[in-house]
């Protein structure tokens, strides 16, 4: 393994650069830790670099608005298009993909971002069907993953980091409150006990 890149005794600026470089690459979001060590750079250095590569492509320091945008999403960072381009991107990019999640697959996915890590039966007592199938067919879109087994053997799914990085959200805590869309504000019993 390559010895740690030693860049502590370097202006933070000088990082600019390869922070850039290495979130043009990025699949996914990367988180601050992780940017920081391949930089050596402390946690508010790259902080600072992260808010001043975020600032420069919105067009903050008076230049021109960049066609793609920083933001922390899924627990890191990640270079995405700009949102006033979303139309012709989506032109280009999903030109010939029709397939979106239906009716029950958004119902799941919804049990089990604010509940996970729940089993498939849980998912279904919510629900009131069978939900095997539309489980399957998240996990293999990368939606929901494995998230350990009950004492009883059942699977327990959560949602992934990719879910969070679609819905443009870092976690749980950014869901929506459920109390409002419930009857009397209130959650049912069947959850209380999860």
Do not use: C
């Amino acid at each position: 393994m390559p010895d740690q890149l030693r860049t502590d005794d370097l202006d933070p600026r000088a990082h600019l650069g390869a922070l850039e470089a290495i979130l043009m690459v990025a699949e996914e979001p990367i988180p601050e830790g992780e940017l920081a060590a391949a930089l050596g750079v402390s946690g508010p250095q790259i902080l600072d670099l992260l808010e001043e590569l975020q600032d420069d492509y919105e067009g903050a320091n008076g230049s021109r608005p960049r066609g793609f945008r920083l933001y922390q999403r899924g627990g890191g960072w990640r270079i995405y298009s700009a949102p006033e381009h979303r139309a012709v991107v989506s032109q280009v990019v999903l030109r010939g993909q029709t397939s979106r999640l239906t009716q029950a697959a958004l119902e799941t996915l919804a049990v089990i971002a604010y509940r996970g890590p729940v089993t498939r039966g849980q998912v279904a007592a919510v629900r009131g069907v069978n939900v095997d199938s539309v489980v399957r067919t998240l996990t293999a879109r990368g939606l929901v993953m494995e998230a350990g087994t009950e004492d009883s053997g059942a699977i327990r799914y959560e949602v992934t980091a990719r879910f969070w990085e679609k819905m443009g959200l870092n976690g749980v805590e950014d869901l929506p409150p459920l109390a409002p869309y419930l009857p009397d504000g209130d959650i049912s019993n069947e959850m209380k006990d999860w």
